[in-house]
């Protein structure tokens, strides 16, 4: 399984990124699906999830009411609409995906199988 990330960018405080992620293989469906991020000298932390089937979500507190995460399995893609930006949101984005057709939505890191490279978000106060 291969993870590609993007959409990161540069964007005020209060803005709007959607950051995209499109995964190989052709059993994306049955994917549970996550994004991290980190932060410098951070450690990496979890954002969002959503299940395999997309009914399921689950969300960091601090991102609650300002990110979605939704999936489009006919694409094999994964998005993270990101409303609401603050600096503190600064850090390098990561999807990962959890193959093993978890019951739960997964919000750990090592429950994850498969990472993407990163996409930067930088949110200027």
């Known amino acids: 399984v291969q993870l590609q990330a993007f959409g990161g960018g540069l964007v005020q405080a209060g803005g709007s990124l959607r950051l995209s992620c499109a995964a190989s293989?052709?059993?994306?469906?049955?994917?549970?699906m996550g994004w991290f991020r980190q932060a410098p000298g951070k450690e990496r932390e979890f954002v969002a999830a959503i299940s395999w089937r997309g009914g399921r979500t689950h969300y960091a507190d601090s991102v609650k009411g300002r990110f979605t995460i939704s999936r489009d399995n006919a694409k094999n893609t994964v998005y993270l609409q990101m409303n609401t930006l603050k600096p503190e949101d600064t850090a390098i984005y990561y999807c990962?995906?959890?193959?093993?057709?978890?019951?739960?939505?997964?919000?750990?890191?090592?429950?994850?199988?498969?990472w993407g490279q990163g996409t930067l978000v930088t949110v200027s106060s």
């Open positions: 293989g052709r059993t994306f469906s049955t994917y549970a």
């Open positions: 990962a995906a959890d193959v093993g057709y978890a019951v739960v939505v997964p919000t750990t890191l090592d429950e994850y199988d498969y």
